[in-house]
């Protein structure tokens, strides 16, 4: 099972940027995902998750309102798009996968079953 987060990159204050977690050896849908982040110096902080059922989603309050988590069951994918960026959402973002209840997501990394290779986003103008 290999699950890959991509598009991170550098991103100047106020702009956007779109996250996808991807993965082999299972399908995404059958998984809550989870978002976390890590800053420099900092310890690992959950930042949204998604039902397996797609009926249930979570933001950490630094995250709510501009952000937003989606499932691309076509390509097998998570999204998280992320809006109105600022120097503080410097990290490196990591996806998770969860087989837990199927209506049912956290943000508690203990629950996930397989974490993914995190990708870089940096705010800065």
């Known amino acids: 099972v290999q699950l890959q987060a991509s598009g991170g990159g550098l991103v100047q204050p106020g702009g956007s940027l779109r996250l996808s977690c991807a993965a082999s050896?299972?399908?995404?849908?059958?998984?809550?995902i989870g978002w976390f982040r890590q800053a420099p110096g900092e310890e690992r902080e959950g930042v949204s998750c998604?039902?397996?059922?797609?009926?249930?989603?979570y933001y950490a309050d630094s995250a709510k309102g501009r952000f937003t988590i989606s499932r691309d069951d076509a390509k097998n994918t998570v999204d998280l798009q992320m809006n109105n960026l600022n120097a503080e959402d410097t990290a490196v973002y990591y996806c998770?996968?969860?087989?837990?209840?199927?209506?049912?997501?956290?943000?508690?990394?203990?629950?996930?079953?397989?974490w993914g290779q995190g990708t870089l986003v940096t705010v800065s103008s």
């Open positions: 998770a996968a969860d087989l837990g209840f199927y209506h049912y997501c956290s943000i508690f990394m203990d629950e996930y079953d397989y």
């Open positions: 050896g299972i399908t995404l849908d059958d998984y809550a």
């Open positions: 998604i039902s397996a059922s797609e009926d249930r989603t």
